[in-house]
């Protein structure tokens, strides 16, 4: 199984629907992330949390919301969907890091078409 | 605010040497991190520098300079495996999450 198991990974929906995309992880981390990946933009950080009582918005956090149900569940919703928020979403997960390297482990991605 | 700059698109054959650059401006620095992401697949770390200098992982290396915001990764004895996009990323200041710059497409010929 993978460490990092996002669902679905694929989905297609219509504007106006709301949307959740679902991440949970066996690593044991404290740090969750969401990113959308658009050709030609990179990887955009939408959310992150590095524990369960810690929300932190990222560069594009406009129309996301986002609930740490536990340590290993990181879900991401879209209340009302958009086209322009047709994208690859990807979840990582990094440990909690005293010193070194913050090294993220990123899930297979979900991607989600909104017609 | 956070930018980081990389080229869109390199190309190199089979079995020669490609650097691929990156600068960058962010508000504190906690580390600079390369990864690679092949086509239709989630991106996988490479390297990690926090200190200047070169650090060095059998073909891939990872040179760091903090004072001039700038960095590249150094790709040896290229395979037609190493097609991919390579991303340049920092750690602003400690406790953030990691900014991503928009990727290099690297492709290699035979």
């Known amino acids: 199984d993978a460490d990092v198991t996002q669902t679905p990974r694929n989905r297609i929906t219509k504007t106006g629907k709301r949307i959740m995309l679902e991440c949970s992880q066996t690593?044991?981390?404290?740090?969750m992330y969401w990113y959308r990946q658009d050709p030609g933009l990179g990887l955009r950080l939408i959310y992150y949390?590095?524990?369960?009582?810690?929300?932190n918005k990222g560069e594009i956090s406009d129309g996301y919301s986002v609930s740490r149900q536990a340590q290993a569940k990181f879900s991401l919703s879209l209340e009302s969907a958009i086209p322009n928020q047709t994208a690859l979403y990807f979840c990582?997960?990094?440990?909690?890091?005293?010193?070194?390297?913050?090294?993220?482990?990123f899930g297979a991605g979900s991607r989600l078409t909104v017609l | 605010g956070q930018n980081i700059d990389q080229p869109t698109e390199m190309t190199a054959t089979e079995g020669a040497i490609v650097q691929i650059n990156c600068t960058y401006q962010?508000?504190?620095?906690?580390?600079l991190f390369w990864y690679q992401q092949h086509a239709g697949e989630a991106p996988t770390f490479l390297s990690y520098?926090?200190?200047?200098g070169l650090e060095e992982k059998g073909r891939f290396s990872s040179f760091l300079s903090r004072s001039k915001g700038y960095s590249y990764l150094l790709l040896k004895e290229l395979q037609m495996k190493d097609s991919a996009s390579y991303l340049c990323?920092?750690?602003?200041?400690?406790?953030?999450?990691?900014?991503f710059g928009k990727g290099t497409t690297l492709s290699v010929s035979s």
């Open positions: 990582a997960t990094s440990p909690r890091a005293h010193s070194g390297a913050n090294v993220l482990t």
């Open positions: 690593k044991g981390h404290d740090r």
């Open positions: 949390s590095f524990d369960v009582k810690d929300i």
């Open positions: 962010t508000s504190g620095f906690n580390g």
């Open positions: 520098n926090v200190l200047d």
């Open positions: 990323a920092v750690e602003g200041q400690a406790g953030t999450a990691l900014i």
